[in-house]
């Protein structure tokens, strides 16, 4: 048993660039891998603020780097997809994002260039540019993070339901392109997640209430649950799983 379990979830020999690693999702995310078997390159805004990670990392005798790169700069997103061909990552897991709340009467068009820099723009440059590394090997993984969003359209959050909706459609059509080519890409769409992000709608008693009840689990997600489905979707068990956005909402899509 433990052989196929081996054989099947183990990403030993693997490298993954995991973006917005600094905290929440992405740092777990990043950790889940490195448990795994892989080797880590985080990306954060700053090296600093991925310290935290990092040292996880290490203390649990993985192998990690640090790079910085601010996604809602279009320069600094050039220079790591410039960077990505001396790294050559298997996997790619764009994580990070931007989340601005506010009456879409009200949103500022650099406000909305912003979110959608970060959240769509930044990611189809990244994936761009480690897949054509990957298509070199022949096999490489792309997980992208969408959201329940991606699927509804939430409340005083245009911008970012916009490019949540949109990175769903571009997952499923860079899937369509390169899959063919050995290239797996997906999505994880998570729910109610308790992160920096959901912090105001926690705080919100009322809030808080009508999403629980809306939750069959009856209980907001932690990032724990999201890393093993991102080590899932990048292990030899899923070859077959592409083009999907994967939800990981405890039930609330079911309802």
């Keep these: 048993m433990s052989s196929w379990l081996e054989s099947q979830f183990s990403l030993k020999g693997k490298r993954a660039m995991v973006t917005g690693a600094s905290k929440g999702i992405g740092a777990e995310i990043a950790v889940a891998m490195s448990r795994a078997g892989a080797e880590v390159i985080l990306v954060g805004r700053t090296q600093e603020s991925l310290i935290p990670t990092e040292q996880i990392i290490l203390r649990e005798g993985g192998l990690v780097s640090r790079l910085s790169c601010d996604l809602s700069v279009p320069s600094s997103v050039f220079e790591l997809a410039v960077q990505i061909s001396s790294f050559a990552p298997d996997i790619l897991i764009n994580n990070a994002g931007a ?60 911008a970012y339901a916009a490019s949540k909706h949109a990175v769903a459609g571009l997952t499923k059509s860079l899937s369509n392109e390169w899959s ?19 912090e105001p709608l926690r705080q919100d008693l009322d809030r ?8 069959p689990m009856q209980r907001w997600g932690t990032v724990e649950d999201i890393g093993g489905v991102a080590v899932f979707l990048s292990a030899p068990a899923a070859r077959y799983i592409t083009g999907e956005i994967l939800v990981v909402d405890g039930g609330w899509l079911a309802r």
């Design 99 to 158: 989340i601005a709340r506010g009456d879409a009467i009200d949103v500022d068009l650099q406000d909305w260039n912003e979110i959608l820099q970060i959240n769509l723009t930044s990611l189809f440059q990244l994936s761009q540019a480690a897949a054509r590394e990957m298509i070199n090997k022949g096999e490489g993984r792309i997980i992208n993070v969408a959201s329940l969003l991606s699927f509804q359209g939430g409340i005083k959050v245009s």
């Design 208 to 215: 808080s209430a009508a999403i629980l009840q809306r939750i």
């Design 180 to 198: 063919s080519q050995g290239i797996n890409v997906n999505a994880i769409a998570p729910g109610y997640i308790e992160t920096d992000n959901t």
